[in-house]
Nanobody
Framework: QVQLVESGGGLVQPGGSLRLSCAAS????????MGWYRQAPGKQRELVAS???????NYADSVKGRFTISRDNGKNTVYLQMNSLKPEDTAVYYC?????????WGQGTQVTVSS
């Protein structure tokens, strides 16, 4: 079945950076809209950023100018570069493979921003 495996989470101080990766398998990666979502304790899962097959991107207002989503179709991998991290960015971050499929999810990776 489809697998999405996230990596790169961890503990970082405010103002720091992290780069998340999501490696996909068993899908035609290049045609999928790929996204990063996050869910903080007690909150709903929210879209952070997405990138379509043409490379067009979309960001939540809260991360614009700080986060960058990108993809490498040769490696079946989507990335999320996170800079200027804030404590409110603390959450479990999930990779999603959306259209044209039914929606596939990774297992999530924890990002904690704290001094």
């Amino acid at each position: 079945q489809v697998q999405l495996v996230e990596s790169g989470g961890g503990l970082v101080q405010p103002g720091g950076s992290l780069r998340l990766s999501c490696a996909a398998s068993r899908i035609t990666f290049s045609i999928y809209v790929m996204g990063w979502y996050r869910q903080a304790p007690g909150k709903q899962r929210e879209l952070v950023a997405s990138i379509n097959s043409a490379g067009s991107t979309n960001y939540a207002d809260s991360v614009k100018g700080r986060f960058t989503i990108s993809r490498d179709n040769g490696k079946n991998t989507v990335y999320l570069q996170m800079n200027s991290l804030k404590p409110e960015d603390t959450a479990v971050y999930y990779c999603n493979a959306g259209r044209p499929g039914p929606g596939y999810w990774g297992q999530g990776t924890q990002v904690t921003v704290s001094s």
